[in-house]
């Protein structure tokens, strides 16, 4: 057994040597000491290990070593990219960079779009007050280096805020080209209060790649907010989304991921103002080399709000899903109603699902509940299907995308969920 | 239609325990048979050996459906070639929504029949006429398969699945538990509806009240396995006065 | 809101609670303390100590080498942070480690040579060392069922009772001193063999200064005559309790065990760390049922038992089982977590918790089913009831190993809140490494039904009859599998934990 002052030392060192020869990007005052004070904390917390409880069920050597493993980007044949039938803005992002050709018109009525890389160099930006900001508070109490060091390097990013009800989506469109491209991505996202905004994400983004949302939900905002980790399998990828909801703020955060070798999602939520709503879900299906990680934290900090987690995991030949999901509701947030369900359906038997649902509750007048179940296809359901005459194949899909329904039931919009569903039977299907 | 021979089977995973003992029955089309027996007797394990359930193993004797091989068949398989079975406990299936369940169910026979598959508005067209003989609202062909069903309403769903599949054979495995006398009368109006020349009928009970809706026209008593007494209707009437215990004695003298 | 299902409210058993609890004065009822001259051993923790201890305890060389052994490791060791406790620091040099009333000083022949000043504490506490006596609770039940009892009194047992109809099944109940004397080689073969030396910090620690403790052996097909019971006393201030039992159960045989423990009210806290280690073999079942009834700390927070203990059962054979019961109500901070090492096939664990934290309490206590074995079963059923300022977090940890094929887990993991000072927490690992396994987890926090209370109040009740009741209710599925002997003690002792616990 290592001490434990001794690993603090050794995560700080290995923070130390993996910040020697970096220096932080150029910038205007405000993005210089957001920057400086992100990296201060890198140092202070170290880099993460698996020795950490927080990395207990995933080893984030990967995503912190300092060369890239290259990733050959996996042909998705003739399968089409996600959302291309929406109205919406599309903001390309090649490798993490932000590419204008291939981008349309950032406009968008009501909203104001502009690029980390464009408004880090002004001296003043509304993006200060969330920039750094939310992902500062995100470590307490669990701490979280990779999303300092995001906010400390990243010169690529959105920064969007909306006033009013956006007439169209915004879609954020990744696309890779290098093998062993390294991506910081940092997005931030304002909603003033009574505005409204779907955002769509789609796409491999990079070999590896780190990104961070922040999020700040004024009063009665409501943010959609759809993201499909694209079919890339070699890929490593960590993400972070951080949002602060002020009161009957709506935030529904729904991601969709098929294959990747290592993903690690956090979602950091803090229901900040009374009667606020915070829906986040996951459907993940995995085959072979993949790690799938949901790490979600969601802090009930005032009276009555409503969470919800839903996540399900399919899960094959030596998949491995981990879900970490945890309520916390302060003293002051009575009449809280906090849900949350993870579940895997183990197709193989040398796959595995490593759970840690946590609630911990400070307020006595809630209602909150969790569940967690892992475990093959029911067989009396699949009996059931055969004996209608449903060929085995044909079975086993249809109770897959039954176990997924429950997560993808979140989607509000009712096109755009069939589109997820329609995609996962396709991986299914080329897959099986 | 369905001849049955000399069947034995066991529980796969424990050989001692043998259900089936030698079990023989042919039923001719058109024709309803009835099999009574008292718990314990193998009805229904009768019912999931034929359809081809996982967990027993037949170890002797066989079974055909005109003619061909059913066990040798997956359970798709025998369902395509026609042979049906009311569950007794239908299975709920949260995620698939009913419609989509019968359509997919439908069509994947079609296809194995070599039928072209429906089109969506030619498969809601019938299911609506079929669902309102049944009274199945709207409601309840959304909503998940069997999910918050009440007892009746699932049985109610097994018949119009059967009214939709059109199967040769079809086997009702204690359809009338659960119902009360109006739900068990409008499912066996169902039933009754779909009989013709072609399609036979298993009808598997350990009451006689279900038979006084579907007249069968041979009834058997089963026990420890196989057939004991096989008569007419009024043998379960005889039933339905006496009990089991003096054609068990009977059968054992 | 539906109106309330009465017959749940008038369910016999809850009757017999309201009584319980109106029949029985305030506060913990064992806070008393015996005056009694006592040996002590030097205060403080080092290798003399426990080479002390080993000598007064007339041990042979392997096992004060293991001692000593376990006392190396433990210096090398930390403290566990990970639960959700705040444990001030422990100066392990300001306890004493070993305690013996002076009027043991040679060893009794029975029960009738000891003490009576000692006898008497047990009588009082309720627990019965003569032989004709059953337990308090079961007069007048119909057939009164023999308890076996072995007393044990700071570092030392006191000794124990139907030694001779116990013998005569060829069941072993002793005091683990006894043990390591009259059979050797089996403690030398079990001790340790489920809880190493080195498992934990504060196992690491009992290992190297255990005093005391019993010890169990159930020959192959025997079913224990009946149920055996040890009772824990820490009387002496400012001194440690550190006993170690060891239960085997050999092939096919069948035992239940009960523990009880208290303490007098300090003003200082004191340490209990101990360790339980429970073989069981092919067919063999084991049930263990703890009602744990320490001094817990004034209303304000001051004074009660930190207790640290290590509870593991080895399913070690095909078809084990065994069975955790456990009523928490004392203890200023509880960290327990009694387990199973599900290895044998078809070998099967249980876990029943009953953990109760009011004033400044703090629990930290769960279970841990590890399925190595094909086609195992587990099941959790945990109750968490806070009030007052207390923390209470149920952590467990359900592993399905990639060869514990269909194996199944259920757990039912539900908190109830009194008062908004308070904090109910829930912290499972679930881990799940092969697919035919099936895990299914749920875990609940709510508040005392409002409805429910104001049903019992409008009855008549007043509120801390009422909360008692609902919360006996609530921990129903627990209460029911404990043996009668404990059943009762158990459902007062909800009432008593939670009083001031409203208003």
């Known amino acids: ?432 | 239609m369905l001849n049955i021979n000399n069947l034995h089977a066991e529980l796969e995973e424990d050989s001692e325990v043998k259900i089936l003992k030698g079990f023989s029955l042919t039923i001719n089309p058109g024709e309803v048979h009835a099999i009574m027996g008292p718990n314990g007797s193998g009805k229904s394990t009768l019912s999931y050996v034929l359809s081809g359930r996982d967990g027993y193993a037949v170890t002797e004797g066989g079974a055909t459906l005109e003619g061909v091989d059913l066990l040798e068949m997956e359970p798709e398989e025998r369902a395509a070639s026609g042979l049906f079975l009311a569950f007794q406990y239908p299975v709920e299936i949260p995620g698939v929504g009913n419609m989509t369940f019968l359509r997919t169910a439908v069509n994947a026979q079609r296809k194995a029949r070599g039928e072209a598959e429906l089109s969506a508005g030619e498969f809601l067209k019938v299911v609506r006429a079929k669902a309102n003989e049944l009274q199945i609202d709207a409601d309840m062909l959304k909503r998940p398969v069997n999910v918050g069903f009440s007892g009746g309403e699932k049985k109610r769903n097994e018949i119009l699945q059967m009214a939709m599949l059109e199967p040769k054979m079809c086997i009702l495995d204690e359809t009338d538990s659960g119902l009360d006398v109006d739900a068990m009368k409008l499912v066996s109006d169902g039933v009754n509806a779909l009989r013709d020349a072609g399609r036979s009928f298993l009808v598997i009970t350990h009451y006689q009240r279900l038979l006084n809706h579907i007249k069968p026209d041979f009834v058997h008593i089963m026990s420890d396995g196989r057939i004991i007494k096989s008569g007419g209707p009024e043998l379960a009437l005889e039933v339905e006065e006496n009990g089991y215990t003096d054609l068990l004695a009977e059968a054992a003298a | 809101m539906v109106a309330l299902d009465e017959t749940q409210l008038r369910d016999g058993v809850d009757r017999e609670t309201v009584e319980t609890v109106q029949s029985m004065a305030g506060t913990y009822k064992h806070g008393w303390e015996t005056e009694i001259e006592m040996e002590f051993a030097p205060k403080g923790l080092n290798e003399d100590i426990v080479r002390l201890i080993s000598k007064k305890n007339n041990e042979p060389e392997w096992l004060l080498e293991w001692r000593l052994d376990a006392y190396r490791r433990w210096l090398t060791m930390e403290s566990p942070d990970w639960a959700m406790l705040k444990i001030p620091e422990i100066d392990y040099q300001e306890q004493y480690y070993y305690a013996k009333p002076k009027s043991m000083e040679e060893k009794p022949k029975s029960l009738d040579d000891v003490d009576p000043k000692l006898l008497e504490t047990y009588a009082k506490l309720g627990i019965p060392l003569k032989e004709q006596m059953v337990l308090a609770g079961v007069e007048g039940a119909d057939e009164p069922r023999k308890v076996a009892v072995d007393a044990v009194f700071d570092s030392v047992s006191l000794g124990t009772t139907f030694k001779k109809e116990l013998a005569a099944a060829g069941v072993i109940f002793c005091s683990i001193s006894e043990a390591v004397q009259d059979h050797p080689e089996l403690v030398k073969k079990y001790l340790g063999s489920v809880v190493p030396q080195n498992d934990n910090y504060f196992a690491a620690l009992n290992s190297a200064v255990f005093s005391d403790g019993s010890f169990v052996y159930i020959p192959a097909g025997v079913r224990c005559p009946m149920e055996l019971s040890t009772y824990f006393r820490i009387n002496a201030e400012n001194t440690g309790q550190f006993e170690r039992t060891l239960i085997v159960a050999e092939k096919g045989s069948h035992v239940s065990y009960l523990e009880g423990c208290t303490a007098p009210k300090r003003d200082t806290t004191q340490l209990h760390a101990a360790v339980v280690e429970i073989v069981v073999l092919e067919d063999a079942e084991v049930k263990y049922s703890t009602v744990q009834n320490w001094f817990p700390g004034d209303e304000n927070g001051k004074g009660g038992i930190y207790n640290f203990v290590t509870k593991r059962a080895d399913c070690r054979e095909a078809r084990a089982k065994v069975m955790w019961t456990q009523v928490e109500t004392g203890s200023a901070i509880t960290w327990k977590y009694p387990s199973c090492i599900l290895r044998g096939d078809d070998s099967q664990g249980e876990f029943y918790s009953i953990a109760i934290a009011n004033n400044w309490q703090q629990a930290d206590t769960g279970t841990k089913m590890v399925h190595l074995g094909k086609n195992t079963r587990s099941r959790i059923v945990s109750k968490g009831i806070s009030a007052g300022h207390a923390q209470n977090t149920y952590r467990g940890l359900v592993s399905m190993h990639p060869k514990a094929t269909s194996s199944r887990n259920y757990t039912q993991c539900d908190s109830l809140l009194i008062g908004d000072k308070c904090g109910a927490h829930t912290v499972p690992y679930i881990e799940v490494r092969n697919a035919s396994s099936r895990v299914e987890h749920e875990a609940t926090t709510s508040k005392v039904d409002d409805d429910q209370l104001f049903y019992c109040r409008q009855r008549g009740m007043d509120e801390e009859e009422a909360v008692a009741l609902v919360v006996n209710g609530f921990c129903r599925e627990v209460l029911q599998e404990l043996p009668m002997e404990f059943a009762m003690e158990a459902q007062a002792l909800v009432a008593i934990s939670l009083e001031g616990s409203v208003g």
């Open chain 1, 1 to 432: 057994m290592i001490p434990r002052a001794k690993l603090v030392q050794q995560k700080r060192d290995a923070a130390v040597t993996w910040l020697d020869g970096r220096a932080l990007p150029e910038g205007g005052v405000w993005a210089t000491k957001a920057r400086k004070a992100a990296e201060d904390r890198l140092r202070d917390m170290g880099m993460p290990s698996k020795r950490d409880e927080y990395w207990r069920y995933t080893d984030p050597r990967r995503l912190t070593e300092s060369t890239v493993q290259p990733a050959v980007l996996h042909d998705t044949g003739d399968a089409l990219p996600l959302f291309d039938r929406v109205d919406r803005v599309k903001l390309v992002f090649v490798d993490g960079v932000f590419d204008a050709e291939a981008s349309d018109a950032p406009e968008l009525a009501g909203a104001e779009i502009s690029q980390l890389r464009d408004a880090a160099r002004s001296d003043l930006h509304w993006a200060r007050d969330i920039y750094g900001v939310l992902e500062a508070r995100g470590q307490t109490p669990i701490s979280r280096p990779l999303a300092s060091l995001n906010t400390a390097f990243a010169t690529n990013g959105v920064l969007i805020r909306v006033a009013g009800k956006a007439p169209r989506p915004l879609a954020l469109i990744y696309r890779r080209s290098q093998d062993t491209a390294d991506a910081l991505m940092h997005h931030v996202i304002r909603l003033d209060a009574g505005a409204e905004l779907t955002l769509l994400e789609d796409g491999p983004v990079a070999a590896r790649y780190n990104q961070v949302t922040e999020i700040d939900l004024g009063e009665g905002a409501v943010l959609n907010h759809i993201r499909a980790q694209g079919r890339d399998h070699e890929r490593v990828g960590a993400t972070h989304l951080f949002a602060r909801l002020g009161a009957k703020a709506q935030l529904k955060s729904f991601t969709l991921s098929a294959n990747g070798a290592l993903t690690r999602n956090e979602a950091v939520i803090w229901l900040d103002g009374s009667d606020g709503t915070a829906h986040i879900a996951g459907a993940c299906v995995g085959d072979g080399a993949f790690h799938h990680d949901d790490t979600v934290f969601v802090n009930h900090a005032a009276p009555r709000c409503e969470s919800r987690q839903v996540y399900k995991k399919v899960l094959r030949h030596g998949a491995v899903g981990v879900f970490q999901g945890k309520i916390l509701v302060d003293q002051i947030a009575q009449l809280t109603d906090g849900y949350q369900i993870s579940q895997s359906l183990l197709l193989n038997e040398d796959a595995q699902f490593l759970a840690k649902p946590e609630l911990e509750i400070y307020a006595d007048d809630v209602k909150c509940s969790h569940g967690s179940t892992s475990g093959e296809i029911d067989a009396n359901q699949f009996f059931y299907l055969r004996a209608r005459g449903v060929p085995e194949a044909q079975a086993r899909m249809l109770l897959v995308l039954a176990f997924l329904a429950e997560a993808l039931d979140e989607i509000d919009d009712h096109a755009l969920a069939a589109e997820l569903r329609d995609h996962l039977e396709a991986w299914l299907n080329r897959r099986t």
